[in-house]
């Protein structure tokens, strides 16, 4: 009888230790790969750095009474002051901004600066040190298609969800919610949501490398299409946001639309491409250098053109084949910058020299 309740015993005790031998040795029974690794090391070290920023907004309904709406997004903490870099649509005609600590503190929050043509805006919090935690800036130039990156921000309004992904492509070009071009912006498969805009884009070394700003769906969840805007971006307007709160942008006072083949047939120009000015500011530069703007109103097609302007062909030398391509060029221009314009004007191409002022702020 001894014998056999050793005998018993053992036959137990062998199953139970391999059991617990087995949950002692997860990490070798179930190895955690190398990228991996990376991914929980990039989370565990900026994840505290990424908030939640709820804008309260009062809008008015059909019978004119005021009512607030509540709208959410996310943000990266960038200095040990409480400057928190976001997106400018995610604050964008706030009455009252809060955001949300990694610990569940909450604190208001006062908007600093705004850059509608960038969709980036800054915010601050008046918070101690210890809670601040910075996420470093890393470098968009360098980024390479098919490098691994990590979203970190609050879809749904479910606070700091990690997604992975990678850079499907580089240099897109977006339109903000101002209606400008927002140049080399990243496209990655990173799931991006609603409410994950504003966090940051990472790198493999927790670097910030894009602050996500849209999507396309025809959902309104993630479909594998997300837009970063370029944190090399950011870093050239955080400074000027931060010390005067906006952006200073060259103005040359025109309205341009681009001038295509078929628009040009029908108009019976002897071009076929520019930028087709259909309006100057009174007293802006165009107008002081004596650019024109249309004087008659057509129907090409489906759409109405202002036509009888100047048709810009070339910004210093360069050719210009669209209004895109005009905007663009004179954006990396700063107030006082002069450029020499080629223009058609009924029939003759003149030059014209203008010297470019500072653009009036956007709301």
Not at 194 to 209: H, K, R, T, W, Y
Request: hydrophobic share 40%; charged share 25%; aromatic share 4%.
């Amino acid at each position: 009888m001894v014998c056999g309740k050793r005998f018993i015993s053992r036959g137990f005790l062998i199953p139970v230790l391999i059991f617990f031998i087995t949950l002692l040795n997860l990490e070798q029974a179930f190895p955690i790969t190398e990228d991996e690794k990376n991914n929980i090391a990039v989370y565990e070290k900026v994840a505290d750095g990424v908030v939640n920023v709820t804008s309260i907004a009062v809008q008015m309904d059909f019978f004119f009474n005021a009512f607030p709406r509540q709208g959410s997004g996310s943000g990266s903490i960038i200095d040990a002051k409480g400057h928190i870099l976001t997106n400018h649509h995610v604050v964008a005609n706030a009455q009252k901004l809060e955001v949300t600590l990694a610990d569940g503190s909450k604190w208001p929050a006062k908007l600093i600066g705004s850059d509608p043509d960038n969709d980036l805006a800054v915010i601050k919090i008046e918070a101690p040190k210890e809670k601040l935690k910075v996420i470093p800036m890393g470098d968009s130039k360098s980024l390479r298609i098919g490098q691994k990156v990590l979203a970190i921000g609050n879809p749904f309004g479910l606070q700091r969800t990690l997604t992975t992904g990678i850079i499907s492509s580089l240099g897109r070009t977006i339109r903000s919610e101002a209606g400008t071009l927002i140049e080399d912006v990243i496209q990655t498969d990173a799931a991006i949501n609603p409410g994950n805009s504003g966090g940051p884009l990472l790198n493999s070394e927790g670097e910030i490398v894009g602050i996500n700003s849209a999507i396309i769906s025809p959902t309104g969840g993630s479909v594998g299409i997300g837009f970063a805007i370029p944190v090399n971006t950011a870093k050239k307007v955080v400074p000027e946001l931060i010390s005067k709160g906006y952006v200073t942008y060259p103005f040359i006072g025109a309205t341009v639309q681009s001038l295509i083949p078929e628009m040009a047939k029908d108009l019976k120009l002897k071009i076929e491409r520019g930028a087709m000015i259909s309006e100057v500011v009174k007293g802006g530069p165009a107008d002081k250098a004596g650019l024109k703007g249309g004087n008659q109103r057509v129907q090409v097609g489906n759409m109405i053109v202002l036509v009888g302007g100047d048709i810009v062909v070339k910004v210093d030398q360069q050719e210009v084949k669209t209004n895109d391509e005009l905007i663009r060029y004179l954006r990396e221009k700063k107030p006082g910058d002069t450029v020499l314009l080629k223009v058609y004007r009924k029939g003759d191409s003149v030059d014209v020299k203008v010297t470019l002022g500072e653009r009036p702020r956007r709301k």
